[in-house]
């Protein structure tokens, strides 16, 4: 069984630029989360993906947006780059909506 | 509004001693809690759900509703259970919010 992948693993970009970041879900899991975690802080929920639907989302301007693919991976675009998007970004699959949530290992962007 | 403190944001204790990291929470309804570890160089993951009632690597949680609160206990404390802990809320009921806390960083010294 494979666990909950993310890529890049770390990632560059300027103000004003655009980014995507992908993740994979772990076998059987047909539900995806994003969070952001800035530095010395815990994970903030951006929304979440199931059956390809977004199904709830948190505090976070519209150009934080979403897919969720058939195979029920998932990427995180995010429009406008700002400094304060800076961060880890941490993407989590679970076998339905509330169930345990696996976390992959993150991608750090660094905005410039 | 949903909120999760941990009001410790570094912990240190002795090998063998007792270690308790606080969490208090924020919500008018009836919660579900959590508490999630990230080792080093790990990803984060689940420790364990009030709702499971058990006990995971010698660490307990009680929820306590009327102090808001959900602590996590260990009686003696290990050098490997030196890693980050987070508390995490979500409404009961369905929600697929999670909500963390800032975390505790815990050191356990020989």
């Known amino acids: 069984e494979t666990g909950v992948t993310q890529s890049p693993t770390h990632l560059i970009k300027t103000r004003g630029q655009q980014v995507t970041l992908r993740c994979s879900s772990q076998s059987g899991h047909n539900t995806v989360s994003w969070y952001q975690q800035a530095l010395g802080q815990g994970p903030q929920f951006i929304f979440q993906y199931y059956r390809e639907e977004e199904n709830g989302r948190g505090n976070f301007p519209p150009r934080f947006s979403g897919l969720q693919f058939p195979n029920y991976s998932s990427e995180l675009n995010v429009n406008a780059l700002e400094l304060d998007d800076s961060a880890l970004y941490l993407c989590a699959s679970s076998a339905g909506r509330y169930n345990e949530q696996f976390f992959g290992p993150g991608t750090r962007l660094t905005v410039l | 509004a949903q909120r999760v403190t941990q009001p410790e944001k570094l912990l240190s204790v002795f090998k063998g001693a007792p270690v308790e990291l606080k969490c208090n929470y924020s919500?008018?309804?009836?919660?579900?809690l959590f508490w999630y570890v990230q080792y080093s160089r790990q990803r984060l993951q689940l420790l364990l759900r009030h709702i499971s009632r058990e006990s995971i690597k010698g660490f307990t949680a009680d929820l306590n509703k009327g102090e808001t609160s959900f602590h996590l206990k260990k009686p003696f404390a290990q050098e490997e259970d030196s890693a980050m802990y987070y508390c995490?809320?979500?409404?009961?009921?369905?929600?697929?919010?999670?909500?963390f806390g800032k975390g505790t960083k815990l050191t356990v010294n020989p």
């Open positions: 919500y008018s309804g009836s919660p579900e």
């Open positions: 995490a809320l979500r409404a009961q009921g369905g929600s697929e919010k999670l909500v």
